[in-house]
């Protein structure tokens, strides 16, 4: 009786905080909202970030390391890191490189 009655008090504060903009609905919904805020962060769109990975793939395949550790170091400075896998790069949110430091000195 007790666990029914947690179950469906979970159940309502679950639907109040949906309500209320308090409670994703889904794991991929937290994320594209992370997505948007460190791309209005960065001042980019998600078309720009999609192109300089586009330049980052093809200075690697051109063996420009440089020119793709720059693009990689860039994006990192606003937030947004890179992930390379087999499939190819995508990316993700991340801490701005300053806010990072920032972090560090202050502990």
């Given at each position: 009786?007790?666990?029914?009655?947690?179950?469906?008090?979970?159940?309502?504060?679950?639907?109040?905080?949906?309500?209320?903009?308090?409670?994703?609905?889904?794991?991929?919904e937290v994320l594209q909202q992370?997505?948007?805020?460190?791309?209005?962060?960065?001042?980019?769109?998600?078309?720009?970030?999609?192109?300089?990975?586009?330049e980052r793939t093809a200075a690697?395949?051109?063996?420009?390391?440089?020119?793709?550790?720059?693009?990689?170091?860039?994006?990192?400075?606003?937030?947004?890191?890179?992930?390379?896998?087999?499939?190819?790069?995508?990316?993700?949110?991340?801490?701005?490189?300053a806010l990072q430091e920032q972090?560090?000195?202050?502990?």
């Open positions: 009786m007790r666990i029914e009655s947690l179950a469906a008090l979970e159940k309502i504060i679950r639907e109040v905080l949906v309500v209320l903009g308090l409670m994703p609905m889904s794991y991929s992370l997505r948007e805020k460190a791309l209005k962060r960065a001042r980019l769109t998600e078309d720009q970030v999609l192109q300089k990975i586009e690697r395949k051109n063996k420009d390391y440089e020119k793709s550790d720059a693009i990689r170091k860039d994006l990192a400075a606003i937030g947004i890191a890179l992930m390379d896998t087999p499939e190819g790069t995508s990316w993700r949110p991340a801490i701005p490189l972090q560090v000195t202050a502990v």
